[in-house]
């Protein structure tokens, strides 16, 4: 699909006066003072760059350095793509600052000052920007920085890394040249790992590499360690545009960021030596939420080793082992954030000759059941009110947490696991093996179920990724790229799974004598790390204390109803619990479709051409609906249910092939021809505006009566036994008064004629969906004659916006997309997804309004699929609705919105 | 369709204690104090009661007689068709009136008072409800008739006729018998007419008559004159309710009546002999308008005989010759009429014994001819004021004026002319013949133009005679009930064609030598009588100077500007003749239909799957759609042309045939399986809500390129001509204002750069249809960035109300027709034919107050078919619109409605 290019609309830029570039160091952070609170900091500093602030001034260690903020990205953009002389200045400025921090100079060939170029935006985006390290090395610094370490392995290692990251980040060049250089200079000395490469062999790699370079670029490597400054902050500031970073932003639905900070920091060392190392790390449990010290370090390595998961890292509780003094401090740094942030934290931390230094701190990603822990518990140790609890918990959280695991019900003994791996994300997932990111994304949009295997991911894996039900590593840690992407969505993730041997090229796995081709099944135990071979049944998971806590503290706040939808009475066992108060809508048409003889009494129906043959057939019908009745009512024990009247056009309903139109014929002694006729009869240009809802009703008034002699009937055979029940029976697709009374009249005086003759006292309402425009424009006259509304907004989206939900896959998408992904950027969401509330919204509150105005006793409820969406909730709340019902699944999103809108509602009135 | 039947509603009925029956004769009329009004009278006493009170008050030579009002009817059926107690008496006070006015005495033995009972509703219903005369005659007091008169013939002729009336009117005894026995009674005489039947022999009639009374009833024929009465006016309450009297309202679109009135009236007599007679006649000549006294009258006979059309009647003219005095009267009364009820009348008169009465007064039916003929004469001749004359005409008149004429080109000499007739209403009509009015229905049901022939039509024969194009009888006058029922629709009808010999049974009719069968061809020409053979081509008519007179007086008046829907300069052409001030709507994609050359460029541009081809296509149909604009642009001549950029979906231009795909293959280089396929995707759930409008331009911008390049450089090519242009781009289906921004933007950066380019000083504007709920509902947003608003009220309805225009023809009739007809009433019009103003007409009023809050020059048109309809019209004239934009066909309908609405205003003002 062609899309037009508009002219760009020039973001805010930084202000000319305004400070650009914030110094931090020796316990001071100009970042501090750009805004008040640390989201407005991290909207202008990005989130690493806020942490170091706000790290720094709390007197943590933290090697001094710079943020570029994010105005001069978007200002980078603006100048298509160049620094601003302005921005160039305050870099230069704060170099300065710097280097007098330290007492070193960039480039200086006897003690160099060496820094790190950072990126960091204002949410994460792990590993989706570019990092440089080591800049500032040339020729002749490498050397300086040999000396002065006495170090000069330690120095070329430096130099080769900063040559390889600074050539392929800052210059575009690939990487695999570079790696094979690296291969071979191993294979040449035989050797395995890099610390093994002694230092002359370094200084040799770091020849070549530049050779490399200058073939590739037509120019030596930059050796002015000002130029490199540049060449890295226009690197950082273009990966904000990669396709990488593009992709995780889409699928991740991050539309309101304008760009990325810079951070220019000292350089400390990890990779010094034994009494060095480097670690990430979370202040309590990602996973499971406990409250104790978690990560992952190595010894004399730099940071990318962790992250990336090339080696498999340490347990950071084996680091008092190995460097105590910098454990303990690294300790009291995690209490003093955690009671700063009121969060669990993410660290990033290197040990440069037992000295810590902190290099980064945010807020950390975790599991659901985490989230509800840390939150639970967080309230119990006082540091967190029970609102700033719920308001912390997102609809994903929630989600996540009904991630299904192995059927508790299979003996483990019998299953065939191919191998354990390292448990980085809870849950279980089941699919076909694709062993790249191109595969599994085909994979997905053929409808299959996948696992991607991968020795290790990048940040190029990530459509793959999320095309995926769960993902597998050959490498990597619970911090690796792998993992942290994957927790992020709450996928079931394995990694450091080294039995694997994967052969990407010819698409084969094997683990001993066991052989996994592309294609083949895989189940994964996120929890447990087993692999299993093939497709084990997953099943639901057990709720945890945690969430059950929250969801009650939620239901205390909470004023508006949440009831589910539910069709079945096993259905309504399940939404009573996920916590639901009531049905909400009850679709009585899917019990059409249940058994054959139940099919077969409906198509009678419809074929039927006289009142009493009608008549005939809808008898057969009603046993089985009052049937159906009871048992939900039973379920729901005194919960208002309320039953929608038939709805869909009858083609719905009519036999699809030879066999049914023949059995049908059978039956009702009618013609195949002729019944084939009354199904194309049937045909709709447009179905969803058609003949249905209670115009089937106003056509063919019989099937009310039978519709509501079930519900009455049922009503009263549940009463009986002593088992409140109250019916709330609803019409749907009504448009005009006069169309809702006839029925209402009609349905009323058969109720009660049921109800006095049964010598019952059943209670029961009549009400209706508002669902057409022009019902909720007339809601002041409908209101007079229902006791309800319920809003369908699903229809009443269809109608309002003139979408059919069928079709505007061709165009919806684009309305979406923002101009970016290609998308003109119209709508925030789907309107299907999220209540549209500038426009359908704006027709509910008018038709509550209007309907409350006429009918102040008016109950008002909404059961379109937006019932269970956390914004539409929200809007539902502000509204003044009564209730809102959703699919069972989906009412605790629904219970949590509900109480976060009353703390929201709460806030805007302090 | 099965309907439920709901309670019936109690009308208002006659107040106890109010007066019920309303004397009238002596030149005084107690029902002139019923309402001050004509209009509230005739509400109250029926239009026959209040025309003779109105004619008895101001002194014409009346009947004494007694109305029974209304309310009385709306009682009788409350009462399960009873009379109440009350009712009885008051028509037996008033009848003791009549007595004393007369100094007769109803059934006396020697000189009894006879009398007639008619119904009469507020709205005339000719021929529908019964009529019983002569009431009062028995045994004996027919004997005293025959002395006082001295004319025993008359008396017995009078008591056979009252015996046939009330059998067959007031106790349902079948007519055929009685008049088979009057038959063989001539044949026995050997007399060909009724007159020659000698007084013994109608005596002996009489006793034959009641002895197939007795035989059939088991009771003697009633000698209580009294009983009499309340048989007749049962009888008449009765026939409200007849199956007839229900299909004329239906037709008729009357709705608003609760019942008849009754009047007994003083009997006189038109067939007491040569110096007696009765007529109908109308103070104008009701087909062309001429001020000329016109009508019908036959010496010695009752009224029945001249309405009913059975013998051929004379000319109005010679009465001056035959019975001068009684007409010298009449043209005084003429006069008299004229001046009190400005307008022209009806009147039904009797001269007994040279002796003038009148019976009946009321406004008469005419053709649309002379309705602007005597509406622009009474504003000449100062009887009317223009507005009142505005007011008077309705939409039919219009729409009627229209009806076609024989293509003039043809030469009459070569036409083969069957047949000559009465030239009763004028208009020409084409089609198969029916012989009854269930044949003609069912041609008609299956979609043929029908020419209902009868040797005469009766009220049982008025569903055929809607269903016909045209009506040819063989008997009867201008005032027969085939020519007053067809002039009233302004329906083509030929009577008296004497020289057809139909027969019914073998369904053939000849004349002379030829024959016509059932399903044979005639074409009628209503102008001249002509009847012919075959299927001649028909033309529309000139339209008559009174008609152009009136239609300027409605432009001076209006302030509502009225614009045609046109796409093509013949459209546009036409439009300007019948009025119109600009286009409203050009639709560009029937421009695409129109050669195979331009279908196939469409359809490429379908198939293309590549930017650069779709472009290439449209480089195709940009220089059709350039001369289509010019032609256009040139047509209107600086008049106002708002065109519409694409609007249906795209699978609405796929080839439809296997021919067709090969063809676009042969051109595309595409495979035809491919094409195929892609016209397939394109297949959509429900089209009306799907990717069509201006979601294609969001889609396809290049859609949107070439036809702003195309309207832009018409629009430049004209100009440079020196002809005034100005076009309005409109921009179909918009929902949200950053849609219409995306477009406006677009559209402007071209347009402006090729009217630069050209050095051109065109001016244009940007706007958009409103038609989806959402962009009503956010209408002030998108005035932002809209010059103007177009309700395009048919997708807007369709939207608003769910209903799709497609399929509602399944249950939309049972919403629409009443509970009488089968119906549940819920709107009183098909919502696509009048605009549904509670509902879609509440939207629209607040999209454009919305809309003109923030843009307060915002032009606001409609261009759905709404534009065209009356009562659509006045409401956009009440809701401050700017323009109405309809088919040419209905301009000088809307021009019309705009004036009514501006009088209407004033007078609510008042």
């Known amino acids: 699909m062609a899309k037009k290019t508009s002219k760009k609309i020039a973001p805010k830029s930084a202000k000319s006066g305004g400070k650009r570039v914030h110094f931090f160091g020796n316990g001071k952070a100009e970042g501090m003072a750009v805004a008040k609170t640390e989201g407005e900091r991290k909207m202008i500093l990005g989130g690493k760059g806020a942490g170091l602030a706000d790290m720094t001034s709390a007197g943590l260690p933290v090697p001094p350095g710079f943020t570029i903020s994010i105005p001069c990205c978007e200002e980078y953009y603006i100048l298509g793509r ?24 960039l480039g200086d060939a006897n003690d160099p000052l060496l820094v790190s170029v950072r990126s960091g935006a204002a949410r994460s985006m792990p590993g989706m920007m570019e990092t440089i390290l080591n800049l500032g090395l040339n020729d002749k610094s490498v050397q300086g920085l040999a000396g002065k370490t006495d170090n000069p392995r330690f120095a070329y290692d430096s130099y080769r890394r900063f040559i390889q990251m600074y050539s392929t980040t800052a210059m575009g060049l690939s990487k695999e040249p570079m790696e094979d250089l690296l291969h071979a200079m191993k294979h040449k000395l035989g050797v395995k790992t890099d610390p093994e490469i002694p230092a002359e062999s370094l200084k040799e790699l770091c020849e070549q590499f530049k050779a490399f370079y200058k073939e590739k670029k037509g120019a030596d490597f930059p050796q002015n360690p000002i130029d490199q400054l540049w060449g890295a902050i226009m690197a950082v500031f273009g990966s904000w545009e990669a396709d990488k970073a593009q992709t995780y932003r889409r699928v991740e639905k991050i539309t309101e960021l304008k760009g990325t ?33 978690y990560g992952d370090y190595l010894i004399n390595a730099q940071g990318e080793d962790v992250v990336a998961g090339i080696r498999t890292p340490l347990k950071l509780s084996t680091l008092d082992d190995k460097l105590p003094k910098a454990y303990k ?45 840390i939150a639970v518990d967080m309230v119990n140790e006082k540091l967190l009110t029970k609102e700033e609890a719920i308001a912390r918990i997102t609809p994903e959280d929630i989600e996540r947490l009904f991630y299904p695991v192995i059927d508790p019900k299979l003996d483990r003994k019998t299953l065939t696991k191919l191998a354990t791996g390292i448990d980085a994300v809870p849950g279980a997932a089941s699919g076909r093996v694709a062993f790249n990111a191109a595969d599994a994304e085909a994979r997905a949009a053929k409808g299959e179920k996948v696992i991607l295997v991968r ?13 995926a ?17 994957a927790r992020g969505w709450g996928k079931c993730c394995i990694v450091g799974c080294e039995v694997l041997r994967i052969n990407y090229e010819t698409g084969v796995m094997t683990v001993g004598d066991k052989t996994v081709k592309a294609g083949d099944f895989l189940t994964l135990d996120g929890g447990t790390g087993e692999v299993f071979l093939g497709e084990l049944t997953l099943k639901a998971p057990e709720q945890p204390p945690a969430y059950q806590i929250l969801m009650k503290w939620c239901d205390a706040i909470r004023t508006l109803k949440v009831r589910a939808n539910a069709d079945t009475p096993y259905d309504a066992e399940n939404a009573i619990k996920m916590g639901a108060e009531g049905i ?19 198509q009678e129906m419809i074929v039927a051409d006289t009142l009493v043959a009608r008549k005939a057939a809808l008898a057969k019908l009603l046993p089985f609906q009052r049937e159906d009745f009871v048992g939900i009512f039973t379920a ?138 022009r019902a909720a424009l007339l809601a002041d006259k409908i209101a007079e004659v229902a006791e309800f509304f319920s809003f369908g907004t699903n229809d009443l989206t269809q109608m309002t916006m003139g979408l059919s939900r069928d079709d505007a896959g061709r165009f919806l998408p684009v309305y979406v997309a923002t101009e970016k992904d290609g998308g003109v950027g119209i709508f925030k969401a789907d309107p299907f997804q999220a209540l549209d509330q500038d426009g359908v919204g704006l027709l509910v509150k008018l038709g509550i309004e209007k309907g409350r105005s006429t009918n102040p006793k008016l109950k008002v409820g909404i059961c379109g699929e937006h019932g269970g969406e956390s914004s539409s909730v929200k809007f539902c709340h502000k509204i003044g609705m009564n209730y809102v019902s959703c699919s069972p699944y989906r009412v605790p999103i629904a219970r949590l919105a509900a109480a976060q809108a009353v703390i929201a509602d709460k806030k805007s009135k302090k």
Chains 1, 2 share one sequence.
């Open 636 to 773: 729901m024990d005194g919960k208002p249910v309320t039953i929608r009247l038939v709805d869909p056009p009858l083609h719905e309903f009519t036999p699809k092939d030879d066999a049914g139109v023949n059995k049908l014929s059978q039956i009702t002694g009618i013609s195949a021809a002729d019944i084939r006729h009354r199904c194309e009869q049937l045909h709709e240009s447009n179905p969803m505006l058609g003949h249905r809802g209670c115009r089937l009703c106003i056509t063919y008034p019989e099937i009310l009566d039978m519709q509501v002699t079930a519900i009455i009937e049922a009503a009263i055979a549940v009463a009986k036994k002593g088992i409140k029940v109250f019916p709330e029976i609803m019409i749907p697709l009504t448009m005009d008064k006069k169309e809702l009374q006839i029925q209402v009249t009609q349905a009323r005086a058969l109720a009660d004629g049921l109800i006095k003759a049964a010598k019952s006292k059943v209670k029961y309402m009549l009400g209706t969906m508002i669902e057409v425009p």
């Open 261 to 293: 900070g810079v951070n220019v920091q000292t350089m400390v060392y990890g990779n010094k030596g034994d009494k060095s190392g480097t670690g990430v790390c979370f202040t309590r449990d990602p996973n499971t939420g406990e409250n104790t010290f």
């Open 82 to 105: 160049k620094l601003s002389e302005q921005t160039k200045k305050e870099v230069l400025e704060n170099l300065a600052k710097v280097e007098a921090a330290m007492g070193k100079k």
């Open 455 to 467: 020795k290790e991911t990048s940040p190029e894996d990530v459509g793959g990724m999320h095309a």
């Open 469 to 485: 039900q769960g993902i597998l590593t050959a490498t990597g840690g619970k911090t690796s790229h792998a993992a942290v992407v």
């Open 584 to 602: 909400g809508l009850t679709r009585t048409e899917h019990m059409f479709f249940d058994t054959e003889e139940r099919r077969l009494a409906i």
């Open 329 to 373: 401090e690294l300790c009291a740094v995690r209490k003093q954030l955690e009671k700063h942030y009121k969060d669990m934290q993410d660290l990033e931390f290197t040990v440069e000759d037992e000295k810590l230094y902190m290099l980064q701190c945010r807020s950390g990603k975790r599991s659901p059941v985490a989230t509800f822990k």
